[in-house]
């Protein structure tokens, strides 16, 4: 493997930070569900369509993003991401009511949309292609660090200054994040690389490259897995586990905000594990196979078998995480699948679907538990309620499981190499 020099990890690594910092403020909605609820006086399919109002400019960004990233490089577009997610932080923290805060939860977004693409298109300019699949590990590893370390102070904060408070202690990572990354990240990288990237993307040869991955089947095959394979961690860990384990277990807020966070930290060692190891045999579908059923017989462990003590339900949770990461190698897939060039657009398709799948996921559970009456009080609902209202998770870990066989094993090289 080529040298990377140390401009290089700098630069990859304060792209990640900010899909860490992002990953703080996109899970805070998950802890202060009562909060929410109570100050905006709203229903839990109310509160779903608030979290949920975040994935809508994401996912519909996503292709935008990797067109912007591949054409104006990854560095101006980070630091116009970080400003728009700090300020709309900021005035979500000062919402007098729901429909402000309906608005701002929109705006912040749009810059997280930016967030991985962006990273990885760091990563893809510093980095050779055999290392990809561990990169693209350690860069979700960031994200999943992010809620891990996030989700219980979170709450602690919740609990001792309010939550308006605390949103503004996450604007301060942001600011911090800001001048970092305009002083440091750099997009030099391969010389190759940054010579006849920018050519290549312009013009006719941009165009034609986003044709061609936008009518490649793989690309929306592989986008299709993500999203199913990680809908059910958007549901329960990013909003209604915390309250589910308050309610089946009679945990306080924190040590459900401790067991939900496990599941980020599996992710955070299970990240770049599979990418290593998917890179290391030369194979990826088998991960991913691998990933969907261990994730699914874990979690669905916690949810319907009742009675577990609190220590088998941490385990299960951090293997959750754990297995869940086969969205790492899909997303290597992602980048391999179509030319390099126009590996923006690609993982763009491949992030959105993701989002687009995970982000119907939470007003669905929403609104199957509202049909258990009306209440401003996650914490009223009974665990069958809870349980009926998750039936959409086994389902998504059946079609997950489905895909993978039409998903074309790429082996770990890139499209031009593919035969």
């Known amino acids: ?137 350690l860069t979700q590893t960031m994200g999943m660090l992010g809620a891990a370390t996030g989700e219980q102070p979170v709450a602690a904060l919740v609990q001792h200054i309010g939550w308006r408070q605390t949103l503004l202690v996450e604007v301060g990572l942001f600011v911090v994040l800001l001048v970092l990354i305009i002083f440091f990240v750099s997009e030099g990288g391969d010389e190759a690389a940054a010579k006849t990237e920018p050519n290549r993307t312009r013009g006719d040869a941009l165009r034609q490259g986003m044709k061609n991955v936008l009518m490649n089947p793989q690309s929306w095959l592989v986008g299709l897995y993500t999203g199913f394979i990680f809908a059910p961690t958007v549901a329960f860990a990013e909003l209604w586990g915390n309250s589910y384990l308050r309610v089946a277990y009679d945990l306080t807020s924190e040590r459900a905000a401790f067991s939900v966070g496990l599941i980020f930290m599996g992710w955070a060692v299970g990240g770049p594990l599979f990418g290593w190891l998917s890179d290391s045999t030369g194979r990826r579908k088998p991960w991913m196979l691998i990933a969907a059923i261990v994730s699914a017989v874990t979690l669905l462990t916690v949810i319907y078998v009742e009675g577990l003590p609190y220590w088998a339900i941490c385990l299960l949770l951090f293997g959750y995480g754990v297995f869940n990461t086969g969205v790492v190698v899909a997303y290597a897939v992602a980048s391999e699948i179509n030319p390099k060039f126009v590996a923006g657009v690609s993982l763009g398709i491949a992030n959105m679907l993701t989002i687009i799948v995970g982000a119907l996921s939470q007003p669905l559970v929403g609104e199957m538990l509202e049909r258990a009456g009306k209440q ?44």
């Open 1 to 137: 493997m080529k040298h990377i020099s140390c401009k290089g990890w700098i630069s990859w690594f304060l792209g990640a930070a900010f899909f860490y910092a992002m990953y703080v403020a996109r899970l805070t909605p998950g802890v202060m569900t009562k909060e929410l609820m109570m100050d905006f006086q709203v229903t839990p399919s109310s509160l779903g369509y608030l979290s949920m109002l975040f994935f809508y400019p994401y996912m519909l960004l996503q292709i935008p993003a990797g067109i912007f990233v591949d054409r104006f490089g990854p560095k101006i577009i980070l630091i116009i991401a970080v400003c728009i997610c700090g300020v709309a932080c900021f005035l979500f923290s000062q919402s007098p009511n729901y429909q402000l805060a309906m608005t701002y939860r929109f705006f912040f977004g749009v810059g997280a949309a930016l967030a991985f693409v962006t990273s990885l298109k760091l990563a893809a300019i510093w980095f050779p292609a055999s290392r990809i699949g561990l990169i693209a590990g």
């Open 376 to 419: 401003f009080d996650p914490l009223n609902y009974a665990v069958t309620d809870y349980q009926q209202a998750f039936f959409a998770l086994p389902v998504s870990f059946v079609l997950s499981i489905l895909i993978i066989f039409f998903i074309r094993e790429t082996y770990c090289r890139s499209a031009e190499f593919l035969v």
